[in-house]
């Protein structure tokens, strides 16, 4: 299952000053959507709203036009995931609602190298339940960040953020997962949601992954919709997704995709 380690791309320091920029810019595009997210506002004017903060600052989304082999390459800059849409929602004509959280996914490619986060966000008012179901994802993304040093294993991370998640009467999806990133927007390795401690690969100075708890209520279980992307969760439940880039340093994680 781990065969990949030796394929993993070791960035060098100067690379992750890169990686650093592409990461500042990547949540500097995050912020813009973030300030235009409101009531009776539609995810595709969201949408927009990246890929005009991208063009003025000279990076492009590599989401767009994405094709991971489904036959239908992704239409849009970001991924606009509401309620019971766990992670790849498309931008388009749906209005945002009162009450209603949604996660906004995006990537920047600056120099050749990608940024990657995500948050969760309500709308308006949100119910308690929905700000909690918020901040425990928040949360689980923060523990993970801390573990991401060299000497801990890939299961370390796994097990932390699923342990976490389900002591606060949650699930993960076993489906979905973190990955590296890089030159591509997806490298080896893959780092999942859940694991055993001292299993998987081992973390290594100069690894760069994207850590992205994507957490359900009721069930881990999803399914994709008819337009090949939208993951939404099976029974039709709340859903959120926290990402950051994160660089495994000598000096302890460094959030990349950090303001």
């Not at 912020?31 to 903060?53: Q, R, W």
């Not at 609602?97 to 050749?112: H, K, M, P, T």
């Not at 953020?161 to 893959?190: A, C, L």
């Not at 992307?229 to 340093?249: C, F, P, R, Y």
Request: glycine share 12%; hydrophobic share 35%.
């Amino acid at each position: 299952m781990y065969g990949f380690e030796s394929r993993v791309n070791i960035k060098s320091e100067s690379e992750i000053a890169i990686m650093r920029e592409a990461g500042r810019l990547n949540r500097q595009t995050l912020e813009a959507v973030k300030a235009a997210i409101a009531p009776g506002v539609t995810t595709g004017e969201l949408n927009e709203v990246a890929e005009s903060f991208q063009r003025q600052h000279g990076i492009y989304s590599p989401f767009k036009n994405y094709d991971p082999g489904n036959g239908v390459p992704f239409p849009g800059s970001i991924c606009t995931s509401i309620n019971e849409v766990l992670v790849h929602g498309i931008p388009g004509k749906r209005k945002l609602q009162e009450g209603d959280i949604i996660s906004i996914d995006c990537g920047a490619v600056y120099e050749g190298f990608v940024g990657d986060a995500a948050f969760t966000i309500g709308v308006g008012e949100i119910s308690h339940k929905a700000q909690h179901l918020i901040d425990v994802t928040a949360k689980a993304l923060e523990i993970a960040t801390a573990m991401m040093v060299p000497g801990n294993h890939s299961g370390d991370i796994g097990a932390a953020i699923e342990e976490y998640v389900e002591s606060e009467g949650y699930f993960v999806t076993h489906t979905y997962t973190g990955h590296g990133v890089g030159r591509q927007m997806h490298e080896d390795p893959q780092l999942t949601n859940y694991g055993q401690q001292g299993t998987g690969f081992l973390l290594r100075e100069g690894m760069t992954i994207a850590i992205e708890p994507m957490v359900l209520v009721g069930t881990r279980q999803t399914k994709v919709l008819g337009d090949r992307w939208t993951v939404v969760s099976k029974n039709g439940g709340l859903t959120a997704h926290q990402e950051d880039t994160i660089a495994v340093t000598k000096n302890g994680p460094l959030v990349l995709t950090a303001l």
